[in-house]
């Protein structure tokens, strides 16, 4: 197999686990395959180079934060290398730019352009394992550039991309994508496979396993990415390694686990706006939502309810940091403007969803969820739905009661084959 | 005036001392000088990067040390460069590579083959300072190398040149060239100016404050370099600062001081072995030189005297921690070959010399010295001379008592206008 190995900071955080790393890796290597490193600074030292940086100044250029920034990954890219050579096998690093990656110029958040994957495809038919650091590249101006928080993910599912890995497998500190946070709902369930569009969807809602950007890749890409624990003994049989934790399929095939719903996610950024007695007027939506954009302030979700009268309410949420100058925008903007009777806020509510692929084919599964938070007396604020994903927004006080209850009415906690449904 | 700074890593140690160098550095902008940066790692960083390796390996592969060590500079040139925009000054740093520093492969101890330093005088040209990675640059094959311990002196001198800067300001812990250590002879003077021939020689016997190669490259590239003290107030006058420390010079002209001895270098690390009873016939050298050469022990100082009755004696010195290894290869190898009489040997001298170029010009030099060293009752045992340095080897119990006794015979004391010769 030709393979992507990604390990994050806590697996690289001392050289003992750097040593383990290079144990898992050499025994990869030897078994025959091909594999190429994708490894994050050590950590803790990315924080301790951009703090070194907000001492001296709180606004510091991003073309510089990103030259200091990404030498974390450059020293690990070296020590990697040191300890793979130690085992007796052949390994070289390569910086971002010595490897060929191209992104923009958009400093500290860069989007990867191109990667050239010949020289490390042509190390890897010299017997030499590439070690190439994440999270970086350099733009068409020679400029170093990173691609900000969680690049690392991004990057190893892009090299495996460009050199068409058979499998981009993500060594993590947690052994699998669980059908909801295992804190929460003691009965989750590892998933053995999940589509690509469900992580989609679990890795946007807040799960913090991957970063957003490296599934969109692995997406666009095709690129079967595997997340799996680099805390186990990295001497552990590959045959029981390769089929651990959890794999992003693109296949619907007999494989996937014929579950309708796959896991439940959960967001506490969540503020809720609603802005009542608005004049029911075609451009309303738009008049409320320009001046918000024009502020900088993303929004979620966005009901509008039919109205009485000629009036109507108009509710949206926004991450709970930009509440209060949400608030301020639509009490000075937006509200004179249009003579709405009142602006009202709520930064105590929370986004709960159920997401499966199987939803697109079974209906009834809405009405199964709000019957299972009915039951429990949760009273559903607002609703937002897609294909494969069923949103609700609840007081956050019944986050936990409320997931508890969704992962026990979708039977979760059982084997898809088991279920009821 | 068109200059480098070089600042070392004492003096970029800190946050706060990093911000003191951008205020000095800002001064020098602001006053209309164009003046490009050369800083090293902050002080200890090098040394924890490289024990992270050797954690890892004792024999790490030379070209991942370096991908390791560059990065201590990477980040210095990103802080300073936050540092002078925090106080409104235009800066951008670069990497070696960036700046297009230009090296062979051996890494660990990279010789620079060419700097390109056009886009630096762009930068300055559009009112931006640039500040450049020391100790390091890319070979051919675009790995990263670095130039071995004190190499951003070498690189802040190169820079110099390439750009071709008025003068390389190299900012340290000590504020000039001493006539001698100031730790051995209390009235040692500080030097204004001293010729790169007598720096060079300085340097070679032990002076740590520059870097032998950087004061070669200067002396190749006629960069006249400057050594100051970097823990002056950052905002002292610069028609001041300008003229303090010491200035290492190519021209003999009415700035130079008239000293006929400029100072008095010292070295303990040497060890003496003589081979008595050698037959005395041509050729005799090259066998006993030849099996330490080849055994990699270099040799210093080196005396034949004339020999009595078809047989001499042999003298050379080495570095006091090859002395064993020497004395073994004589013992073994030269001696029976020869037939010489026996092998004796000394590790407790020390070397004194005097510099300077007005030894050119003027005789009786070295009779003073002789003569000073004879009222003290220091036994000379061997002695070499060049064209502007005579050394003498002594007990090295006699070293302090040698370069005192020396310091004063030459009023190295006093300005060189008040001196009696």
């Not at 050579?85 to 191109?114: H, N, P």
């Not at 008049?287 to 502020?295: C, D, M, Y």
């Not at 997401?355 to 009405?367: D, K, L, P, T």
């Not at 019957?371 to 006080?397: G, R, Y």
């Amino acid at each position: 197999m030709l393979v992507v190995h990604k390990y994050g900071g806590t697996s690289m955080g001392s050289v003992e686990r750097i040593k383990s790393v290079a144990q898992r890796v050499a025994k990869w290597h030897r078994a025959g395959h091909r594999v190429v490193v994708v490894p994050s600074a050590m950590a803790g030292e990315t924080n301790r180079l951009l703090g070194l940086a907000k001492e001296i100044s709180a606004e510091a250029d991003p073309r510089e934060l990103d030259q200091i920034a990404s030498t974390g990954e450059q020293v690990s890219v070296g020590l990697l290398a040191i300890a793979l050579q130690a085992l007796g096998v052949k390994a070289k690093s390569y910086t971002g730019w010595q490897a060929g990656i191209k992104t923009d110029s958009a400093f500290t958040k860069a989007r990867i352009t191109e990667i050239d994957g010949a020289k490390l495809l042509s190390d890897l038919d010299a017997g030499v394992i590439p070690i190439v650091t994440g999270f970086q590249g350099i733009d068409g101006a020679g400029n170093i550039t990173t691609l900000g928080r969680g690049g690392s993910d991004t990057q190893a599912v892009a090299v495996a991309a460009a050199i068409k890995a058979d499998e981009c497998l993500i060594y993590t500190d947690v052994d699998a994508i669980y059908t909801t946070d295992p804190r929460v709902v003691e009965d989750a369930r590892p998933l053995k496979v999940i589509a690509f569009e469900e992580m989609f969807e679990l890795a946007s809602l807040g799960s913090k396993v991957l970063q957003i950007r490296s599934v969109e890749f692995a997406g666009k890409y095709r690129v079967p990415t595997r997340v799996l624990s680099s805390f186990t003994d990295p001497l552990i049989p590959i045959e029981i390694e390769a089929k651990s934790g959890t794999l992003i399929t693109f296949e619907e095939d007999e494989k996937m686990e014929q579950a309708v719903v796959s896991g439940i996610a959960f967001n506490r950024d969540e503020a809720k706006i609603t802005l009542r007695g608005v004049p029911d007027m075609p451009g309303i939506a738009y008049k409320i939502v320009g001046p918000i954009g024009e502020a900088n302030i993303d929004i979620d979700m966005i009901v509008q309810n039919i109205g009485e009268s000629g009036h109507t309410d108009f509710s949206f949420t926004v991450h709970r940091n930009e509440f209060d100058r949400a608030m301020r925008v639509l009490n000075e903007q937006v509200k004179p403007a249009l003579g709405a009777k009142e602006v009202v806020g709520d930064n105590r509510v929370c986004k709960v969803s159920i997401v499966g692929i199987g939803m697109r084919s079974h209906v009834g599964i809405a009405a199964t969820m709000f019957k299972a938070l009915a039951d429990e007396n949760i009273n559903i604020q607002m609703i937002t739905t897609s294909e494969i994903k069923t949103s609700v927004l609840v007081d956050d006080k019944y986050m936990e009661l409320a997931v508890r209850a969704l992962h026990r009415a979708f039977e979760l906690d059982k084997e898809p084959a088991a279920r009821a449904a």
